[in-house]
C-alpha cells in the first residue's frame, strides 16, 4: 500500500466550528486530492495541489479550503463545518497528474452535528 | 459537461455466477478510465487502467475490461465471482482537464 496517512480517521464536530484534516504521504508525490464520498454519488474532487503551494479547485470546493505547505502533507479546512459537510473524506496521491494511477488513504469520517 | 454513469447501483450475485458492470463515460477529447474497488471497511484500491493500446485490459483478481470507443463505454467483468469480491466497485475517468471524474459506485453483494 502506498504510504499514505489521514487524521482524524473519525471525527464529530457542531455546525459553525472550524474543522482542519490533515492528509500525510511518504512517496514524495506531486500531485495530492482531496474527495468526499457520499452515497450515491461517488467521489467528488473537492480540491486538488500540483505542488506545494499551488492548489486548485474541484467539482465541490465551496465551503473548502487547503493549504500545502510541504510536499508531504495537504490539508483540508472546512470554515464553518455544516450539516451538509458530513462525509467520508479520501486523500489520494499521483506521481504524474490525472494520467496516473491515484493512490488512497483510508479515509475519514466525519459527522457534523 | 464530463460525466461518468454506472447503471447498476446494486447487483446481488451467487458465487460463481458471471459479472458484467456497466460503466458509461462523456468525455470530450484522450480519456483515461478506471476501475476502482473498495471492499468493506477499507480504502480504494486500483483494479485495472486503460490509457491506451489494447481495449481489453486486464487487472487484479481476475477481472477485465473492455474499452469500446464507439460505445463510450468500460465495462468491468469477471467470469466467476466469489464471496470475497463482495464490494463497492467505482469507474473513474480523466483527460486532458487533469481531474479525475467518478461514477456513482455499484456495490456487488456475493452469496456463498
Known amino acids: 500500500d502506498a504510504g499514505i496517512t489521514q487524521s482524524p480517521r473519525h471525527k464529530v464536530t457542531e455546525t459553525g466550528t472550524p474543522v482542519t484534516l490533515r492528509c500525510h504521504q511518504t512517496e514524495n508525490h506531486r500531485y495530492m486530492y482531496w474527495y468526499r464520498q457520499d452515497p450515491g454519488h461517488g467521489l467528488r474532487l473537492i480540491h486538488y495541489?500540483?505542488?506545494?503551494?499551488?492548489?486548485d479547485k474541484g467539482e465541490v470546493s465551496d465551503g473548502y479550503s487547503v493549504s500545502r505547505s510541504k510536499t508531504e502533507d495537504f490539508l483540508l479546512t472546512l470554515e464553518s463545518a455544516t450539516s451538509s459537510q458530513t462525509s467520508v473524506y479520501f486523500c489520494?496521491?499521483?506521481?504524474?497528474?490525472?494520467?496516473?494511477?491515484?493512490?488512497f488513504g483510508p479515509g475519514t469520517r466525519l459527522t457534523v452535528l | 459537461a464530463q460525466s461518468v454513469s454506472q447503471h447498476n447501483h446494486h447487483v446481488i450475485l451467487s458465487e460463481a455466477a458471471s459479472l458484467e458492470l456497466g460503466c458509461n463515460y462523456s468525455?470530450?477529447?484522450?480519456?483515461?478510465l478506471f476501475w476502482y474497488v473498495q471492499y468493506p471497511g477499507q480504502h480504494l484500491q486500483l483494479l485495472l487502467k486503460?490509457?491506451?493500446?489494447?481495449?481489453l485490459v486486464k487487472g487484479i483478481k481476475g477481472f477485465e475490461a473492455e474499452f469500446i470507443k464507439s460505445k463510450f463505454s468500460f465495462n468491468l467483468r469477471k467470469p466467476s465471482v466469489q464471496w470475497s469480491d463482495t464490494a463497492e466497485y467505482f469507474c473513474?475517468?480523466?483527460?486532458?482537464?487533469?481531474?479525475?471524474?467518478f461514477g456513482q459506485g455499484t456495490t456487488l453483494q456475493v452469496k456463498p
Open positions: 486503460y490509457f491506451s493500446g489494447d481495449p
Open positions: 495541489s500540483y505542488g506545494v503551494k499551488d492548489t
Open positions: 489520494a496521491i499521483s506521481e504524474r497528474g490525472n494520467t496516473d494511477t491515484q493512490y
Open positions: 473513474a475517468a480523466s483527460g486532458n482537464t487533469g481531474k479525475l471524474i
Open positions: 468525455y470530450g477529447g484522450t480519456v483515461n
